[in-house]
């Protein structure tokens, strides 16, 4: 099967402590995304979604900027984060992020949302190694934005 399943594993670290080597190499999908957005996160992929809350703004609608936060599944173990690079219409978007394909940045990949509710809490992302979408479906929380998050008024 050709689904990368075990590269995947690794490009949710962020602060390995040792020489920034993950399993391969030094191309991870979290410091890649904090150097692209500017985000001030850090840690596994999958935890930036909790991280963020009360920072950044969590969005279900995605927008360019913007970090689509993959959920840690037993495939990724510490989750995923892409970059919106385009919006190409309610169901599908454009990304860059590393180390999909392990050890590498990929900018311009398609990604899909196949959520029922169309919230795109549930997408399928192009795997270039066979050029078309993958087969798996992953789960997401959203997207994060660099705005601030909405706070009551204090008339409120």
């Not at 949710?12 to 999908?29: A, D, H, I, K, T």
């Not at 957005?37 to 703004?57: F, K, P």
Request: hydrophobic letters at 35%.
């Amino acid at each position: 099967m050709l689904c990368g399943l075990l590269p995947l594993a690794a490009c949710g670290g962020g602060s390995s402590g040792g020489s920034g080597r993950g399993w391969n190499g030094p191309v991870q999908c979290a410091p890649y995304a904090r150097s692209v957005t500017g985000l001030r996160l850090s840690g596994a992929a999958a935890g930036w979604w909790r991280q963020s809350e009360g920072a950044y703004a969590h969005t279900q609608v995605p927008a360019p900027g913007e970090v689509l936060v993959f959920r840690s599944t037993r495939r990724l173990p510490d989750g995923h984060v892409s970059v919106v690079r385009q919006v190409r219409g309610s169901r599908a978007i454009l990304v860059d992020q590393a180390n999909w394909v392990p050890g590498r940045i990929d900018r311009g990949i398609p990604v899909v949302d196949v959520s029922r509710a169309n919230d795109w809490s549930a997408v399928r992302v192009w795997w270039q190694p066979v050029h078309s979408m993958g087969k798996s479906v992953y789960p997401t929380y959203g997207f994060i934005s660099r705005d601030l998050p909405d706070r009551p008024s204090p008339d409120a």
